[in-house]
T-cell receptor
Framework: GQQVMQIPQYQHVQEGEDFTTYCNSS?????IQWYKQRPGGHPVFLIQ?????EVKKQKRLTFQFGEAKKNSSLHITATQTTDVGTYFC???????????FGKGTSLLVTP | DAGITQSPRYKITETGRQVTLMCHQT?????MFWYRQDLGHGLRLIYY???????DKGEVPDGYVVSRSKTENFPLTLESATRSQTSVYFC?????????????FGPGTRLTVT
């Protein structure tokens, strides 16, 4: 079945540095979603990308969907301590509404 | 405006016991999901439901049972708990609209099986 791979597993940056996490699928995705989970919290929806080559921005966060709709990335510019958490990508499963989540990238930001 | 709630938030049970985790949402979302989260595995789908009385297996359904007699409730039962089912369990709901499949997660239940 469809698998969503995410790298890196962990990333430790100094505050102010940039951060990028990558998501790759074995099959073409109809769309991709990104979630953030703060330590001790629950996943919270960030964004959904649908179109090939789509780029969306949310303040310091930039999300991209690859041309082949098999990969995606999340880039954070000038990280802040509030960015700490685990970032997950997720693609729709064959059911059409359940999600297959990547294993996530845990971001630690040191002041 | 409670949204999506889970109970209990923490549970300790013994191997072999039956335990039920509750999930309740107030949005009347059609779809509901159960995930478990373990270190190194991310979020893995256990069961999901498209509507009342419609459920389907996810990636890791063995040892779990679900039911959905009402749209707003989606309980997850561990029929005979095992140590490998020690995990954090998240319930989620969604209502697809204009090709948006955003899921809303509950606060989670931390289950320990001794």
């Amino acid at each position: 079945g469809q698998q969503v791979m995410q790298i890196p597993q962990y990333q430790h940056v100094q505050e102010g540095e940039d951060f990028t996490t990558y998501c790759n699928s074995s099959t073409t995705l109809s769309n991709i979603q990104w979630y953030k989970q703060r330590p001790g919290g629950h996943p919270v929806f960030l964004i959904q990308l649908v179109k090939s080559g789509e780029v969306k921005k949310q303040k310091r966060l930039t999300f991209q969907f690859g041309e082949a709709k098999k990969n995606s990335s999340l880039h954070i510019t000038a990280t802040q301590t509030t960015d700490v958490g685990t970032y997950f990508c997720a693609g729709l499963s064959n059911s059409g509404y359940a999600l297959n989540f990547g294993k996530g990238t845990s971001l630690l930001v040191t002041p | 405006d409670a949204g999506i709630t889970q109970s209990p938030r923490y549970k300790i049970t013994e191997t072999g016991r039956q335990v039920t985790l509750m999930c309740h949402q107030t949005w009347s979302h059609s779809y509901m999901f159960w995930y478990r989260q373990d270190l190194g595995h991310g979020l893995r789908l256990i069961y999901y439901s498209a509507a009342a009385d419609i459920t389907d297996k996810g990636e890791v359904p063995d040892g779990y049972v679900v039911s959905r007699s009402k749209t707003e409730n989606f309980p997850l039962t561990l029929e005979s708990a095992t140590r490998s089912q020690t995990s954090v369990y998240f319930c989620a709901s969604s209502e697809p609209w204009r090709d948006s499949y955003e899921q809303y997660f509950g606060p989670g239940t931390r289950l320990t099986v001794t």
